[in-house]
């Protein structure tokens, strides 16, 4: 059974940074992709950002130059750097996994339980 394990969630002030890191175990480890998805009360789940093994990445427009998703394959992990952040960023954010780099929900198999980020204006 593949589990996803989020952390690193917290309340911060608008400009502050946090970082967000999911360890990957059991079927998930070495998953080809790995990515952020985010959840705002009564809205949809929305891309974040999403990495491969080797490196190929992408994210969302609404967070580009803010926030960036690296990937340690030795520690079957992979982080979220998010910088500047906004009160428009606060959600529940997911770590997910997948076999194919996209940005649709679809794409991926594996969900972590989500870890809640608040910033405050």
């Known amino acids: 059974q593949g589990q996803l394990a989020e952390s690193g969630g917290g309340l911060v002030q608008a400009g502050g940074s946090l970082r967000l890191s999911c360890s990957a175990s059991?079927?998930?480890?070495?998953?080809?992709?790995m990515g952020w998805f985010r959840q705002a009360p009564g809205k949809e789940h929305e891309f974040v950002a999403a990495?491969?093994?080797?490196?190929?990445?992408t994210c969302a427009d609404s967070v580009k130059g803010r926030f960036t998703i690296s990937r340690d394959n030795a520690k079957n992990t992979v982080y979220l750097q998010m910088n500047s952040l906004k009160p428009e960023d606060t959600a529940v954010y997911y770590c997910a996994a997948g076999a194919q780099l996209g940005t649709g929900y679809n794409y991926y198999d594996y969900w972590g339980q989500g870890t809640q980020v608040t910033v405050s204006s």
């Open positions: 059991g079927r998930t480890r070495g998953t080809y992709v």
């Open positions: 990495i491969t093994r080797i490196g190929v990445n």
